[in-house]
């Protein structure tokens, strides 16, 4: 059973296995969607293929969509070369469940697959073909945060983004940069309208990409490699619009245990692929059943009928609404709360740390009592159903490979609106944040992880963060066994707003933090006792 299109000709070695297969024409709709295309996606990861790839095919084998989608990547073109070509494009999907029991099902919509080095000039033509054609209605993105960026910490362009604004259109590699050529082959060839939608897990989403495509613009304009008719065009919504999104389901690294479960059904070449660039990435993607995909529905060129598989489509307001919904109170601060207690327990896989009956009291703290106190209700999502469905049927996912040190990265860059957003409405409600409990334990657990040893005395690698380097020497004269090492020297810390989000002295938790690190720093074995004496 070979996962290429002469391999599902034999249909019934497939169907004894369990594996679903496309119920259309795979080759019908690739021709049409080679001819006129409706949908380029850039940014061709996992969770890419197993929720807008599946999406798409259940359009398709609906017949509420003719066309696939254009997958393109302008970052790591392994991914092309060693998973989509050698399989056709084609994807197996596995959704796994709680029960130990799986979904899985091979997709025929990814219909063309382009890698665009720069210098590449068959890569940029078609690509260029592409966005000339007034078919194409939407570009969505799951490219990371990291992918927008334009500027490093020192606020200086990256190098390589210096290039593209000097070398202009025709010499492009940061995504950004690419856009903003193919948006000028658009404009060239007639101005049809499009959306560009950015479907990645950051806050006001559109608004980021906007900015970076602007950036490029402007740069551009001010050299004199494209007109200000260009630029206004670029700027106008109602010409080129950058919709909001908010999404969430949580898809890890490919499973061994999956590679292994679809070779015994008699799935060939499923290996698993490290690329130079640090993707893991398989034939196959794995991840959980409970996805959300919420869109500001702002498409001035149409768009495919997105709601009819399942996607939420409303406005701006909502979607913003939606995302501070997870994002500060009912999935991601339960993440960053609980994964560092994880790894200073000891725990391996994040099933695990749920389980654990003080960290689940601490996760009930913190999403429940205090962040479900100040919540906004975005109206087409129930932030009570969402956080228990986490709570209950997400998290505690065994057959879920996912762990608390990969969810414990880049902590620095995450406290700031996944707490801080919740202490700055209690501020508001009641003037100061004393009230809360969870939250600063939370954040005391995290520093307690940053001295890099467990509960036993066993030392242990901390997750990377662009802050690791300040964090430990600022706690490196901090003894377990003696609380008083760290007395005073929390403060530069915890009152960083730029970290926090606020003063947390102002705050008025700043001194209960303290507190709190000092008794988990008592003695090896004191996190849990610490734990259970604020949470009972």
């Known amino acids: 059973m070979k996962l290429t299109p002469n391999g599902l000709k034999e249909r019934r070695p497939w169907i004894d296995a369990g594996i679903r297969l496309p119920e259309y024409d795979v080759e019908a709709v690739r021709e049409k969607t080679q001819e006129h295309p409706v949908w380029v996606h850039f940014g061709i990861g996992n969770i890419f293929r197993i929720f807008l790839g599946t999406a798409a095919d259940d359009l398709i084998a609906q017949g509420l969509l003719d066309r696939g989608i254009i997958c393109a990547e302008t970052f790591d073109f392994e991914v092309v070369d060693k998973v989509y070509r050698p399989h056709d494009d084609l994807a197996l999907c596995v959704t796994l469940f709680g029960d130990g029991t799986s979904d899985q099902r091979v997709i025929g919509s990814l219909c063309e697959s382009v890698a665009l080095r720069p210098g590449e000039t068959a890569a940029r033509a078609r690509m260029k073909e592409i966005f000339s054609d007034p078919s194409l209605q939407m570009v969505s993105f799951t490219i990371t945060e990291k992918g927008y960026a334009l500027r490093g910490a020192d606020r200086q362009y990256f190098g390589f983004v210096q290039k593209d604004l000097e070398n202009g259109p025709g010499q492009v590699s940061h995504a950004a940069a690419v856009i903003a050529s193919l948006l000028l082959d658009r404009w060239n060839a007639g101005a049809a309208p499009l959306a560009l939608v950015s479907m990645d897990n950051v806050s006001h989403n559109g608004e980021i990409l906007r900015n970076a495509v602007l950036e490029i613009t402007k740069a551009w304009k001010d050299r004199g490699y494209v007109t200000p008719e260009f630029e206004a065009w670029v700027s106008d919504e109602n010409c080129v619009s950058f919709p909001w999104t908010m999404i969430d389901k949580i898809t890890p690294r490919p499973s061994e245990s999956v590679r292994d479960l679809l070779t015994k059904e008699g799935v060939e070449d499923m290996d698993i692929v490290i690329t130079d660039k640090r993707t893991y990435i398989a034939p196959f993607v794995n991840a959980e059943g409970p996805q959300y995909l919420v869109v500001e529905d702002h498409f001035p060129n149409g768009r495919p009928p997105l709601e009819k598989a399942g996607i939420y489509m409303t406005d701006r307001d909502t979607v913003n609404a939606c995302e501070r919904m997870k994002v500060t109170v009912c999935l991601n601060p339960l993440h960053t709360a609980l994964a560092p207690y994880g790894c200073v327990l000891g725990y391996e896989r994040f099933s695990d740390v749920v389980r654990d009956p003080e960290l689940y009291k601490l996760m009930e703290c913190v999403g429940m009592k205090e962040g479900m106190a100040v ?114 020297i929390l403060k530069p810390l915890l009152s960083n707003a730029h970290i926090f989000g606020t003063d947390l002295y102002e705050a008025g938790i700043g001194e209960k933090i303290e507190t709190m690190f000092a008794e988990e720093i008592a003695e090896f074995g004191a996190v849990r006792k610490t734990l259970i004496k604020y949470l009972g």
Do not use: H
């Open 375 to 488: 919540v906004k209700d975005p109206g087409i999502l129930s932030p009570e159903a969402f956080i228990r469905e986490c709570m209950e049927v997400r998290f505690p996912n065994e057959y879920i490979p996912d762990t608390p040190q990969r969810i414990v990265v880049d902590t620095s860059q995450m406290v700031a609106i996944r707490f801080g957003e919740t202490i700055k409405e209690y501020i508001r409600r009641d003037g100061d944040a004393r009230a809360l409990t969870g939250i600063p334990l939370a954040i005391a657990g995290w520093l307690r992880y940053l001295l890099a040893v467990d509960e036993n005395g066993k030392a242990y690698e901390l997750s990377p963060d662009p802050m690791n380097g300040e964090l430990t020497e600022l706690l490196k004269e901090v003894k377990i066994g003696d609380p008083q090492s760290a007395a005073g």
